[in-house]
């Protein structure tokens, strides 16, 4: 049996008695629809009619386009006609496929939020965890490397090299293969890659070899964010930017396991510090890959035995499968225990009967084709629709590629900083690998505190990114003031607490400040920004702290401030707004 597929499939079934309704039952309004009372603010638009409230592959990872119906009463085949048609006009798509998956999206609007979406909240939150798990993992093994196998702790920053080599390529690979494949093979899979190459790094049988099991481990690990935030936000009935900040707590968690296995083994099982040393006395290092490994591989059981993932409805459609497209939106509400009006006889009401000359699915060509077409000149042209708009992307590109060099510029060398604060006298291992924990601990609240700043009035999205974004590029330059171990501490452990709340609300605002047409591109070509700028990182680091050791940090804190300047020059604030 394929290991994409849930062996327990004893809820792929064809009827879940008392599921189903009658469309009458249903009301006109969509459950998530903001209320009709509520005011619009005058930079919001509003489309009478829209059905498209819930974002998904198409429209890429981002808030909803949530929309006033101008209908009341019971839900008709009229009605939910005359919405699909709306949505028709601006989505760039006309087929049966497109029809039918706007259907599914207002079903899954009227299911709700409910036990089903919580729990996949929590395995979505895996693949954030997994992340910065072995971002961090990694960056605290590169002393342990350089002793065992005498590479110059330069030279040693390359290790970093060859994981975002493995992310870049995992992102761009899974990206399409979910797809192509589905979504369910994809969840697992990315999880299951970085457990197996990740148990086998802690055997790595020198710094060449374990350079390339890092970049495999890579592979899995980058298509986590791309795979896990879509998929998650395919079945969310809404999505607010505090859902999605609150989907980035998982990362700051990530980093502090990391720290904690680290603390716990590296310091008790390392040798001298002037090294070289043999495998036997320096096994510090590979007891933590191999506990990452392994937590890892416990959070692929988790999905593949513990958890029911429906294939994505939208993928079934486009293998012609309507049928199970269907039952999966009929299993959902059965484990929210709510009730659906979705039946295969609406979905062909509206987008066609399979027997009619209109071709029902897409191959794996059209499927490429459309994953590609985010990334055409025509949907990038449509990000610079206006002058207003236009600004915003050119912007938010820039925050981008900034964070994502001056981030792993700092955090990925983070545990070589702290091994030579103190001047002449380096402080000891156990207080490298403490000091490193405590900024682990301390990070955490910033993406909690995230989920309520962002919604603060007079401060909001904008306000908080540029505050938080400041705060850390000072506080990277304050750690180069003072050679004093505990000043440093102070200072990297504030840096964490502002840095994930920088983070965690950049993820929710990219999104949001994007037209739904063109979501998917901007949001694409944003984190594809993250990336490369992240490979160059360490490139820069080599070759610039040859020179001095702390001109990587300078680096990265002039990038956070240079993120911050083009922050407060963003036009558009999304607080309490509808997303056009």
């Known amino acids: 049996m394929p290991f994409g597929i849930n062996p327990f499939a004893k809820n792929d079934r064809p009827e879940f008695p008392g599921v189903v309704v009658p469309l009458s039952s249903a009301s006109a309004h969509s459950k998530s629809s903001p209320d009709p009372e509520k005011k619009v603010g005058s930079n919001e638009k509003t489309d009478n009619g829209s059905i498209d409230r819930s974002p998904s592959a198409e429209n890429g990872v981002g808030s909803i386009h949530s929309h006033q119906q101008s209908q009341d009463g019971p839900l008709t085949l009229e009605i939910l006609r005359a919405e699909v048609e709306n949505d028709m006009v601006t989505s760039g798509h006309d087929s049966a496929y497109d029809r039918k998956s706007k259907v599914i999206n207002r079903a899954i609007q009227d299911i709700g939020m409910g036990r089903y979406q919580w729990e996949l909240f929590v395995l979505c939150g895996f693949g954030w965890l997994a992340d910065n798990l072995w971002l961090q993992g990694i960056a605290l093994t590169l002393p342990q490397l350089s002793l065992e196998f005498g590479v110059d702790e330069n030279n040693v920053r390359f290790t970093t090299c060859a994981l975002f080599l493995g992310l870049c390529l ?31 790094a802690g055997g790595g049988p020198n710094w060449v070899g374990t350079c390339g099991l890092y970049a495999c481990l890579g592979l899995g690990v980058g298509g ?52 070289p040393c043999s495998k036997e006395d320096n096994m510090g290092w590979r007891y933590l890959v191999i506990s990452l ?11 593949f035995f513990l958890f029911h993932l429906y294939e994505s409805p939208k993928f079934l459609l486009s293998r012609g499968r309507q049928d199970d497209a269907v039952a999966a939106v009929h299993g959902i509400a059965y484990k929210n225990r709510v009730q659906t009006w979705l039946t295969v006889d ?235």
Do not use: H
């Open 170 to 200: 995992g992102a761009s690979f899974w990206g399409i293969a979910s797809d192509i494949i589905g979504r369910r093979p994809a969840f697992n899979f990315t999880l299951l890659i970085t457990g197996v190459f990740g148990l086998a």
């Open 346 to 580: 609406i979905l062909n009401e509206i987008g066609g009967y399979p027997e009619n000359p209109t071709r029902q699915t897409l191959d794996n060509t059209e499927i490429v084709g459309r994953y590609m077409s985010k990334f055409s000149l025509e949907r990038i042209r449509g990000l610079f629709a206006t002058k207003k708009l236009g600004l915003t992307t050119v912007l938010l590109w820039f925050c981008w590629t900034t964070i994502g060099m001056g981030y792993p510029l700092f955090n990925a060398f983070l545990p070589q900083y702290l091994a030579s604060s103190g001047g002449e006298t380096s402080p000891p291992t156990s207080i490298v690998y403490r000091n490193y924990a405590i900024t682990s601990i301390v990070g955490v609240p910033g993406s909690v505190l995230a989920c309520y700043t962002v919604d603060m009035k007079y401060v909001g999205r904008k306000g908080t990114m540029m505050i938080s974004t400041l705060i850390t590029g000072v506080l990277l330059f304050c750690f180069t003031a003072s050679t004093d171990p505990d000043i440093q501490l102070v200072c990297t452990s504030l840096e964490a607490f502002f840095q994930n709340i920088m983070y965690g609300v950049l993820y929710a605002y990219t999104p949001e400040v994007f037209p739904a047409p063109y979501r998917g591109t901007g949001t694409g070509i944003s984190s594809c920004l993250n990336r490369i700028a992240g490979l160059c990182a360490p490139i820069v680091a080599i070759y610039g702290g040859s020179a001095n050791p702390n001109s990587p940090i300078y680096a990265s804190g002039a990038l956070m401030l240079a993120a911050f300047a083009a922050m407060c020059l963003l036009p558009i604030e999304t607080r309490g707004k509808q997303s056009l």
């Open 224 to 275: 986590n964010l791309p795979v896990d935030g879509a998929l998650f936000l395919e079945f969310l009935p809404f999505a607010s930017g505090s859902l999605l900040t609150m989907l980035s707590v998982w990362w700051p968690v990530g980093n502090l396991i990391s720290s904690l296995l680290a603390w716990a083994f590296i310091p008790n099982y390392t040798c001298p510090s002037e090294g």
């Open 293 to 303: 490994g392994a937590i890892t591989f416990v959070m692929f059981i988790c999905r």
